[in-house]
């Protein structure tokens, strides 16, 4: 649950931060130096600026692409003050990724360098609670959010499965997502999947909609779907309707329905009210 919990706070990060309510959201622990390859630890802050660390100044944004290719997380620590929080919190995060150097690299972020600009800006960062740590999988999606103060514990904890992280990425960019858990062993996998199918082909939803395939069988997907409470050992196919910034709003057995669908949608967004607590503009488009 932590897994999929962190990858929520991640997207409320950004919600809040988009809206102006950054001070709304708090979590976590942070970092210093540990010893990690060099490739794979980069301080990206000004040599001009005092930082907490010295090291070759290379873009975030590079770093970030550079791990995508490479099938890595970035995990970024962002800070603006030269102060007794920050060292600590980047003394917890540095000894937090050089156990995992093998499967992210780093990137050490002062959000008032100039030469920056472009993941400070994509990611609100210059309105966000400092410092802030985050974990960005391979495809851009932010598993974890830690601003304030963080543990070693969750930042080696934000890895997702594959079709965790391909959830949150198109949650984080404000869709919905039907996550279609069935396989060549379950059964009703076609009736599940045609009101799904008939959703997205509604105008209204087409463009805010994405489907996930997840295989219940593949043991690299366990910790998503203990998350969803879904059995890996499912004999029917199974459909969760996921919203922003992480709401399971319904979850079904067996087929599906267009109008269903569409019914749990809007009840889920009566509930979350005008402007719902949900995301900015509810649990979903209306």
Do not use: H
């Not at 540095?94 to 030469?115: F, G």
């Not at 963080?150 to 904890?157: G, P």
Request: charged share 20%.
């Amino acid at each position: 649950m932590k897994r999929l919990m962190a990858a929520v706070v991640a997207v409320l990060l950004l919600v809040c931060l988009s809206i102006g309510l950054a001070q709304a959201i708090r979590t976590g622990d942070q970092p210093q130096a540990a010893q990690q390859p060099a490739a794979s630890k980069v301080d990206t802050a000004s040599n001009n600026e005092r930082t907490p660390a010295a090291g070759n100044r290379k873009s975030a944004m590079d770093l970030m692409e550079q791990a995508a290719k490479d099938n890595k997380y970035l995990f970024g620590f962002f800070w603006k003050s030269d102060d007794e929080k920050t060292a600590a919190m980047k003394k917890v995060f540095e000894e937090a990724v050089a156990k995992v150097s093998e499967r992210a690299n780093t990137a050490i972020v002062r959000v008032t360098d100039s030469a920056q600009r472009e993941i400070v800006k994509k990611f609100g960062l210059d309105r966000a609670p400092m410092p802030l740590a985050l974990a960005i999988a391979p495809n851009g999606a932010v598993m974890g959010g830690f601003p304030g103060e963080f543990t070693e514990e969750a930042l080696v904890n934000a890895f997702g499965s594959p079709s965790t992280e391909k959830c949150m990425k198109s949650l984080q960019d404000g869709k919905l997502v039907f996550l279609c858990v069935q396989n060549d062993s379950t059964k009703l996998n076609a009736e599940a999947f045609q009101g799904v199918q008939e959703f997205k082909a509604l105008a209204q939803y087409a463009t805010f909609t994405e489907i996930v395939k997840l295989n219940p069988s593949d043991a690299a997907e366990a910790s998503f779907l203990a998350d969803l409470k879904i059995d890996p050992q499912t004999k029917v196919a199974v459909t969760a309707f996921l919203a922003p910034p992480g709401v399971v709003i319904a979850e079904f057995e067996g087929a599906t329905q267009k109008d269903q669908l569409v019914s749990a949608l809007l009840q889920a967004n009566s509930a979350c009210g005008p402007g719902g607590s949900c995301g900015p503009s509810g649990c979903g488009p209306r």
